[in-house]
């Protein structure tokens, strides 16, 4: 029998290889294949050592290979065929994913023949590959969906139709193909979206439609993830609450986490004009402790950047209304915000942030723009004016947007520099009584606060590492990795958190509106406000230089203050207070749900644990009770 191995190289460790597991599943469908045919499946992190990736698949000796091809590993993938192609001349190598899809000019050489593409859904198209590799099997041009190259000339068959009935394709989970040695489990209830975002392959690879699997597949699939005690399930449909069954769906999910223990996390992306079955959903999940955070992927708040990117059909008020739902139910979220997009400009970006804050948003993070093939914007690039450099390192093969027809070079840096300012300030919740008081005064903005800062820590010496940090983050692309914004937090809230706090300090103080006697009196609820990323930073020690507030005390993770009563209802509008007190009187705990900073854990790690913390700050943000509950 011939060795067929199937390829993944993902971004997290220990997580179920699904689109390997259904092409396998389906292809062993076929009497032929099964005769023929013998699956093996090579999984490994994309920055996994190069020489021991190489080693292993060469080794393997197979006489198929088949990669799964994504932004994030096929820089390691191109390596890798390379060296097979040198070890094992005559193996049939396949490659599929969005990165290589219909891009067949850039990833196969005409001096190859035994390389193909697959240009689409994998499952059908690569059956017909295997059958067309058997000796009774078809020539590779009768095989829809491919692209190869023959006697010199690039050959690309037609288009493979889309799977109509998701059933055909036998699940991963219930048919043997997968064990229980994983700890992320990827889901699909169904495939399609509906959206034609410019930045985004989702909605352009399938054509609008939106096929489901069957609801009692879907639900044993979660039943047997739930078994096989996987801690985290990752739901990749590209809208879920959009259909009716979805909030079902989501209860089954807390069933079988409270039947069998496991999933302890669950991660979705929302539905985009469905706010109130989000909501419930996301109620749900909550109250089963599996989610503690909501994502509101926004994008941009900017009218034309909205119609560019064909992301008008999406309802800001729809948003809105999620973010509404989610504070009144005091559930966690963070909005999600790509720089820089098409028709957005620095102004409108930082005018955008500004919004958010006036509504309230607990976290916004602003993703830099992954400049993806196949994409509205990728066949639109030039008229666009859109410029990018490569990001992710050796392993990748990122490209990161860094100039617009709106947008210069120095202009996206300069947005950058305001993005950290603000994820220093806003998200860690630094400034947050002061901010909120000064907007409410003429003349002032969020938004020019935290450009105000941005221009302040440019200002510092060179080998300041609050500053280092950023500067190196923007010139080396280094925000391009999943890690970098936690490790930005795990800088200023714990490795160098007196020098940030001072930086705080010399900022507010340098500014006109220090002047306001309010404003100090703020500022000091601030900095006993400011949360702490783990539980065993030490303890900021300067709070007895309180001038407005008195200073009663510190406990092992808490400090009591006593706030004049003309400042009770900024501390009431801006601080979690469980309990009012009568005098003003109120314990600061800090002691949340944090983790101890632990030095033998790696940075990525430190980078991931921080990041998912800032995104459901409320969960670190200390409580404050009173000393003296009224009556």
Same mark, same amino acid.
């Given at each position: 029998?011939?060795?067929?191995? &199937?390829?993944?190289?993902?971004?997290?460790?220990?997580?179920?290889?699904?689109?390997?597991?259904?092409?396998?599943?389906?292809?062993?469908?076929?009497?032929?294949?099964?005769?023929?045919?013998?699956?093996?499946?090579?999984?490994?992190?994309?920055?996994?050592?190069?020489?021991?990736?190489?080693?292993?698949?060469?080794?393997?000796?197979?006489?198929?290979?088949?990669?799964?091809?994504?932004?994030?590993?096929?820089?390691?993938?191109?390596?890798?065929?390379?060296?097979?192609?040198?070890?094992?001349?005559?193996?049939?190598?396949?490659?599929?994913?969005?990165?290589?899809?219909?891009?067949?000019?850039?990833?196969?050489?005409?001096?190859?023949?035994?390389?193909?593409?697959?240009?689409?859904?994998?499952?059908?198209?690569?059956?017909?590959?295997? &059958?067309?590799?058997?000796?009774?099997?078809?020539?590779?041009?009768?095989?829809?969906?491919?692209?190869? @190259?023959?006697?010199?000339?690039?050959?690309?068959?037609?288009?493979?139709?889309?799977?109509?009935?998701?059933?055909?394709?036998?699940?991963?989970?219930?048919?043997?193909?997968?064990?229980?040695? $994983?700890?992320?489990?990827?889901?699909?209830?169904?495939?399609?979206?509906?959206? =034609?975002?410019?930045?985004?392959?989702?909605?352009?690879?399938?054509?609008?439609?939106?096929?489901?699997?069957?609801?009692?597949?879907?639900? #044993?699939?979660?039943?047997?993830?739930?078994?096989?005690?996987?801690?985290?399930?990752?739901?990749?449909?590209?809208?879920?609450?959009?259909?009716?069954?979805?909030?079902?769906?989501?209860?089954?999910?807390?069933?079988?986490?409270?039947?069998?223990?496991?999933?302890?996390?669950?991660?979705?992306?929302?539905?985009?004009?469905?706010?109130?079955?989000?909501?419930?959903?996301?109620?749900?999940?909550?109250?089963?402790?599996?989610?503690?955070?909501?994502?509101?992927?926004?994008?941009?708040?900017?009218?034309?950047?909205?119609?560019?990117?064909?992301?008008?059909?999406?309802?800001?008020?729809?948003?809105?209304?999620?973010?509404?739902?989610?504070?009144?139910?005091?559930?966690?979220?963070?909005?999600?915000?790509?720089?820089?997009?098409?028709?957005? +400009?620095?102004?409108?970006?930082?005018?955008?942030?500004?919004?958010?804050?006036?509504?309230?948003?607990?976290?916004?993070?602003?993703?830099?723009?992954?400049?993806?093939?196949?994409?509205?914007?990728?066949?639109?690039?030039? !008229?666009?004016?859109?410029? +990018?450099?490569?990001?992710?390192?050796?392993?990748?093969?990122?490209?990161?947007?860094?100039?617009?027809?709106?947008?210069?070079?120095?202009?996206?840096?300069?947005?950058?520099?305001?993005?950290?300012?603000?994820?220093?300030?806003?998200?860690?919740?630094?400034?947050?009584?002061? !901010?909120?008081?000064?907007?409410?005064?003429?003349?002032?903005?969020?938004?020019?606060?935290?450009?105000?800062?941005?221009?302040?820590?440019?200002?510092?010496?060179? #080998?300041?590492?609050?500053?280092?940090?950023?500067?190196?983050?923007?010139?080396?692309? #280094? @925000? $391009?990795?999943?890690?970098?914004?936690?490790?930005?937090?795990?800088?200023?809230? =714990?490795?160098?958190?007196?020098?940030?706090?001072?930086?705080?300090?010399?900022?507010?103080?340098?500014?006109?509106?220090?002047?306001?006697?309010?404003?100090?009196?703020?500022?000091?609820?601030?900095?006993?406000?400011?949360?702490?990323?783990?539980?065993?930073?030490?303890?900021?020690?300067?709070?007895?230089?309180?001038?407005?507030?008195?200073?009663?005390?510190?406990?092992?993770?808490?400090?009591?203050?006593?706030?004049?009563?003309?400042?009770?209802?900024?501390?009431?509008?801006?601080?979690?207070?469980? +309990?009012?007190?009568?005098?003003?009187?109120?314990?600061?705990?800090?002691?949340?749900?944090?983790?101890?900073?632990?030095?033998?854990?790696?940075?990525?790690?430190?980078?991931?644990?921080?990041?998912?913390?800032?995104?459901?700050?409320?969960?670190?943000?200390?409580?404050?009770?009173?000393?003296?509950?009224?009556?």
């Amino acid at each position: 029998m011939k060795k067929v191995l &199937l390829v993944e190289l993902s971004v997290f460790e220990r997580m179920t290889p699904l689109a390997s597991g259904y092409i396998q599943a389906y292809a062993m469908t076929d009497p032929l294949i099964r005769s023929e045919y013998r699956f093996e499946r090579y999984t490994d992190v994309a920055r996994a050592s190069r020489t021991d990736v190489i080693r292993d698949l060469v080794g393997f000796a197979a006489d198929v290979y088949a990669f799964s091809c994504y932004v994030w590993n096929m820089g390691l993938v191109r390596s890798v065929v390379d060296a097979i192609r040198q070890a094992r001349p005559h193996a049939q190598i396949i490659l599929g994913g969005p990165q290589v899809m219909s891009q067949a000019h850039r990833y196969l050489s005409r001096s190859d023949e035994r390389t193909a593409i697959c240009n689409g859904e994998g499952e059908i198209t690569f059956s017909n590959y295997l &059958l067309a590799l058997t000796d009774s099997g078809s020539r590779l041009s009768d095989v829809n969906g491919l692209s190869f @190259y023959r006697d010199g000339e690039l050959v690309t068959t037609p288009k493979q139709p889309r799977n109509n009935n998701l059933d055909d394709l036998p699940s991963p989970y219930l048919t043997g193909i997968f064990d229980s040695g $994983y700890s992320i489990a990827i889901l699909e209830t169904n495939r399609g979206c509906p959206y =034609h975002c410019g930045f985004c392959f989702w909605g352009a690879a399938t054509n609008d439609r939106v096929h489901r699997f069957d609801e009692q597949r879907v639900r #044993d699939e979660i039943r047997w993830i739930a078994k096989s005690d996987i801690l985290f399930l990752f739901i990749a449909d590209a809208n879920f609450g959009m259909l009716g069954r979805d909030v079902d769906i989501a209860r089954h999910i807390t069933d079988c986490a409270n039947d069998h223990g496991a999933p302890n996390v669950v991660y979705f992306s929302a539905a985009k004009n469905k706010p109130h079955a989000v909501t419930k959903i996301t109620t749900i999940f909550q109250e089963a402790n599996l989610i503690s955070s909501q994502p509101v992927s926004l994008q941009t708040l900017e009218p034309n950047s909205l119609n560019l990117i064909s992301r008008s059909n999406i309802k800001l008020s729809a948003f809105a209304a999620i973010q509404e739902d989610l504070r009144e139910k005091r559930i966690s979220s963070y909005i999600e915000l790509i720089w820089p997009l098409p028709g957005e +400009t620095l102004d409108s970006f930082r005018r955008g942030i500004g919004t958010l804050c006036d509504n309230e948003a607990q976290t916004v993070i602003a993703y830099p723009h992954l400049f993806l093939n196949n994409t509205p914007i990728f066949h639109n690039a030039e !008229s666009m004016g859109i410029k +990018t450099r490569s990001a992710g390192g050796d392993a990748a093969e990122a490209s990161v947007v860094v100039a617009t027809r709106e947008v210069t070079e120095d202009e996206f840096a300069e947005g950058m520099y305001f993005f950290y300012a603000f994820h220093a300030l806003h998200n860690t919740r630094s400034l947050r009584t002061v !901010s909120r008081y000064l907007v409410k005064q003429p003349g002032i903005q969020y938004q020019d606060i935290f450009a105000a800062f941005a221009q302040y820590l440019r200002r510092q010496r060179e #080998d300041d590492p609050i500053l280092s940090y950023i500067e190196r983050s923007i010139s080396d692309a #280094d @925000y $391009y990795d999943v890690n970098n914004y936690g490790l930005f937090i795990h800088s200023v809230l =714990h490795e160098y958190r007196e020098l940030f706090v001072d930086h705080v300090r010399r900022f507010t103080q340098g500014q006109d509106w220090w002047d306001d006697g309010r404003v100090r009196a703020l500022f000091e609820v601030d900095a006993v406000n400011r949360p702490y990323i783990y539980s065993n930073t030490p303890m900021d020690g300067h709070t007895e230089g309180f001038q407005a507030l008195r200073f009663l005390g510190r406990g092992p993770r808490s400090y009591t203050v006593q706030v004049p009563e003309e400042y009770l209802q900024d501390v009431a509008d801006a601080v979690q207070i469980q +309990t009012m007190s009568a005098d003003g009187t109120f314990t600061v705990e800090h002691k949340r749900m944090q983790y101890p900073f632990m030095p033998t854990q790696s940075r990525d790690h430190s980078g991931s644990y921080c990041h998912g913390m800032i995104e459901k700050v409320g969960n670190i943000t200390p409580f404050w009770v009173s000393a003296s509950p009224r009556r």
